[in-house]
Structure formats: structure tokens, C-alpha cells
């Protein structure tokens, strides 16, 4: 037994943990079902560092000091029961298996449970940060018993991203919390990743701008506070010109975006909460969208009338719709720490949101300068009930709220889909609302099943007889 780490399943997202292990001067086992993966990584990078690879899950165990730590980086689903299956009866109380693939978070509170009966930690990490990510430091999101998390914990941050000197992995709370954290930071993705999908369009649009002239717009937005990652990947993708055609490669890519679920996860698990993210949602449903094909060919000649775009000043609707954007943003986020708040209250998770803000400014996709304002909002107020309300957020988007309505209401006029620009303003609209048009709904809901509501003036619950002489009863 001489290895300290050991990693199953070498695709890219395993060997390139491997690697990561074993640049930071871990001893690493590694076994993938397939042979050949594992003498591939072996003869490509086994100069990088120590690898024990092993053609049989037996050997791969065997090859582990105590407590063993195995990390599964298998595809998500039946293969990970599977693997575990097959691992479970060689392992022996104390042993920590950690699940680094998508798991959804359901599965990892099963699994956890499961495995504890026979006193073995199990631990399901989000990891995010892609490929590239798992092989520099990616961010980690480690869920599962506090205990294992001081076996495991050090290593993990050592291999995770750093900003400020600070590693972007923290232990997130028991069971399924690292993995719905990973699977709410997915759904915020989608929200950003629509929302500047939505400005580029706008701004397409209005100013008739080519894509390398919009190229240079994100540029100079990265330079500010929505410097992101995202933000700086759009800027490379406008700027790039397809070899073939010599057009912007964006305008030769076929306008329908994919999904792999992620993002579904997070709108089914907000629903089930009750917690509206409607910036997520939006953005699921406009991939869903951009994807109905009969659909969009039956309307394409329906009535539009549209006006026209008159822009006078350029460099002022570009400010509005960076506006707009770091507005729509704002709410994104906020809507995704409510659902994390609200998950972590039903299940006793004890989630610091303003430590998952911190350990998602580095390796990750949304990775953001932002995260460090979210992290100070958390910090002035562990209770915050609401980001969008925190001073510094209320203030940003306060500056920005005039250029949000303008440019929400352009794109209506224009005929350009915004959703989640919209959807965000609604939002931040009815959450602003002194009254909202529920109390209708909630008389509707008694008229027709006899719901019950209650009354500003008095305490209790009650009942009108619409269907008799309409007195007024205490349910
Ligand atoms: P894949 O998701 O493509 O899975 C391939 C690996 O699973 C191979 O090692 C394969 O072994 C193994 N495997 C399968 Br499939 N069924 C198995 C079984 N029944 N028993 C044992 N091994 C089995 O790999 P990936 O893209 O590296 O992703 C790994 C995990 O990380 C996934 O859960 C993924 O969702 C997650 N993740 C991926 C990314 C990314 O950017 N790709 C980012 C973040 C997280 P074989 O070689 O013998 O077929």
C-alpha cells in the first residue's frame, strides 16, 4: 500500500484529476475499466509524477494506504452505482469514496446513506471547471460527513483553484449538499450565459454592430465589474472568424443550444422548494426554444409589428444594456443563494452561502470579481434574506434600474426576446410590489375549491359562500 490517492475512471475529467494529484506531489492509484486508458495516461504523463496503476479494482484498493480515499470519476448515474457496487465489498470502515462526477443530488443522499451503514464516508464533489479545470484547479464542492472531510479536505484544496491565495473548495454541508450546490451553480451558469446572449443580441440588433465590433464591447466590459470569465469568452468567440467562410464563426453556427440537464435539475429542484428562479428558468427554457424546430419554422410569418431601431446615441445604449445585464445578474445570483437557502433549510445542510460565492471565484465557469461583493454581503449578514438587498447590491442595480426598464421595453417595441432580461425586471418589480395581484388569485382559488384566504385587517382564515349568498365565514 503506498498510494496516498487513487482515482477510477480515466476519461478526461479522471486522468486529468490524476494528473492534478500527482503534480502536487501525491502518490496516485488509478484504474479505469478499460485497461488501455490507464497504461495510456500512465505512458503519456507518468513523468509528471507517481502513478500506481492497476488493471483490477482488487489491486487499485490493495495499492491504497488507510483510510483509503477513492475518488470516482465516472460517467454519472448507473455506471457510478455500478462502480461503487464493485468497490463497496473491498473497502473497510473508514475508508472515504468521493463521487467527483455530475451526480444528481438525490442520488448522492441515497449513496451516502447507504455506505454509512457499512461506516464508509461517502463524499459527493461537485467539481467544476471542465478539463481544463480538473487538470489546474478546478473548483470543488465537496458535500458529505464533516468527519471525512478532515482526511480529505486538505488535499482537495490543494489541488482546487486559488484566488488571493485562498482555495476555491470548501466542505459544503453532509450528504447531497456539495453536489446541489454544483448543480445550482450550473443553473446560474445557463442565467449568465443567457443573459449575455440577450445583450449581444440587443445590441446586435439596435446598432446593427458586427460581431468583432461586439467582440471589443465585452472586451472593454471585462475591464469593469463584470469581469468574468463568461464575459471574456465571448469576447474571444466574437472576435473569431471561421477559416471556411471567412465570416464570424458565431454567425455560422447553428442558432439551437443544447443541454446536458444540469440546468432542468435546478428548475425541478425550484420548483419543488417553492423558490422562484426565474432567471434559470428562463434561460433552460430559451435553449428549449432555440431548439423547437417545427415550432419556430410554423411561426415565422406570424404578425410582428415591430418599430424600428433608432439609436442616436450608441455608446449610451451600450451603457444601458451593461446595465440591464449587471441587473438581470444580480437577480440570477440572488434567486440561486435563495434556493440554496431553501435547500439547505429543508434538508439541515447549514450552507454558508458567502463560502460558496468564495470557492466559486476561481476554476469555475462563473467564475467573477463579482463573487468577492457576494462574499462581503454574506459576510456583513449571514441571514441576508435577501442579495438584491444587501446595500452594495441595492445600490448597483438601484444605478442601473432606469437603463433596465429602457432597455426591456426596447426589446418589446423591437420584437427582440429578451426573457431573462425581462423575467429579471418582473421579478425585482413584484418582489418591490406593496400589493400584488395574489390576493385575486388567492379569491379565485377560493371561489372555485374553497381555499381559504386570509384578511388584512384581522387575523384568521376565511371563506366566502360564492356559491350561496356570499356571506363571509371563519374557515
Ligand atoms: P464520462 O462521463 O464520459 O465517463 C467515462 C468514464 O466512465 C470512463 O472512464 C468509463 O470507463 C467509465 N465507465 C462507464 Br461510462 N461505465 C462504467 C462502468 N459500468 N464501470 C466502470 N466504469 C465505467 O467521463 P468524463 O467526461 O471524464 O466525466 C466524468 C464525470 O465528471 C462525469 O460524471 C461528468 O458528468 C463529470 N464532469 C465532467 C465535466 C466535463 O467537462 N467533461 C465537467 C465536470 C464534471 P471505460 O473507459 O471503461 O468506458
Known sequence: ????????????????????????G????????????????VRAHGDEGTFVPSAGLAGFVASLERPRRVVIMVKAGGPTDAVIDELVPLL????????????????????????????????????????????????????????SYAALGPMLEEISAHVDGVPCCTHVGPDGAGHFV??????????????IAEAYDLMRHALGATPSELAQVFADWNAGDLDSFLIEITAEVLAHTDAETGKALV??????????????????AALDLGVPVTGIAEATFARAVSSSVPQRRAARDLPAHVGTWDVADRDGFVEDVRKALYASKVVAYSQGFDQIAAASAEYGWDIDRGAMARIWRGG???????LDRITEAYQRDPGLPLLIADPYFADAVGEGVAAWRRIVSLAALNGVPAPAFSSSLAYYDALRAERLPAALVQ???????????????KDGTYHTLWSEDRREVVA
Open 251 to 268: 454567425d455560422v453556427i447553428v442558432d439551437e443550444a443544447g443541454q446536458k440537464g444540469t440546468g432542468r435539475w435546478t428548475v425541478q
Open 364 to 370: 469555475c465557469i462563473i467564475r467573477a470579481t463579482f
Open 92 to 147: 473497510e470502515p473508514g475508508d472515504i469514496v468521493v463521487d467527483g462526477g455530475n451526480a444528481h443530488f438525490p442520488d448522492t443522499v441515497r449513496r451516502e446513506a447507504a455506505l454509512a451503514e457499512k461506516g464508509l464516508h461517502f463524499v459527493g464533489a461537485g467539481i467544476s471547471g471542465g478539463e481544463e479545470g480538473a487538470l489546474n484547479g478546478p473548483s470543488i464542492m465537496p458535500g458529505g460527513p464533516a468527519a
Open 182 to 195: 454544483k448543480m445550482v451553480h450550473n443553473g446560474i451558469e445557463y442565467a449568465d450565459m443567457q443573459l
Open 443 to 457: 379569491a379565485q382559488r377560493d371561489f372555485f375549491g374553497a381555499h381559504t384566504y386570509r384578511r388584512v385587517d
Open 1 to 24: 500500500a503506498t498510494a496516498q490517492v487513487g482515482v477510477v475512471g480515466l476519461a478526461v475529467m479522471g486522468s486529468n484529476l490524476a494528473r492534478n494529484f500527482a503534480r502536487h
Open 26 to 41: 501525491y502518490r496516485v492509484a488509478v484504474y479505469n475499466r478499460t485497461g488501455a486508458k490507464t497504461d495510456e495516461l
